[in-house]
Nanobody, 121 residues
């Protein structure tokens, strides 16, 4: 399995913006469905967004209209642009691979170690 590495988390005030990055092994993000999850301290993880193999993007209801998922295959990097942040967005954010193409099946269901986002009121 490949290693995913998130970065970009920080402490910001409500209303602020952040850009999270997820660096992936070569040929991962163009051959795998890519997702963002988040987990507030002491709570269950929540699915945030998905970039499908077909190029479709999806968002959870709590972030729709505020978060944007994107990727740069040349840089092997997945992004999550977050604007109008709220205190309830405070969580550890993780990127994850979903379904991958046939020759990249070994990369499915890989997780990074996460990056912390803290939003103060």
């Amino acid at each position: 399995q490949g290693q995913l590495e998130e970065s970009g988390g920080a402490s910001v005030e409500a209303g602020g913006s952040l850009m999270l990055s997820c660096r992936a092994p070569a040929r991962t993000i163009d051959n795998c469905e890519m997702e963002w999850y988040r987990q507030p301290a002491g709570q269950q993880s929540e699915w945030v967004s998905r970039f499908s193999l077909h190029g479709d993007t999806r968002y959870g209801d709590s972030v729709k209209g505020r978060f944007t998922i994107s990727k740069d295959t040349a840089k092997n990097t997945l992004y999550l642009r977050m604007v109008m942040l709220k205190p309830e967005d405070t969580a550890m954010y993780f990127c994850k691979t979903g379904t991958c193409t046939w020759f990249h099946k070994s990369k499915e269901n890989s997780w990074g170690r996460g990056t912390q986002v803290t939003v103060s009121a």
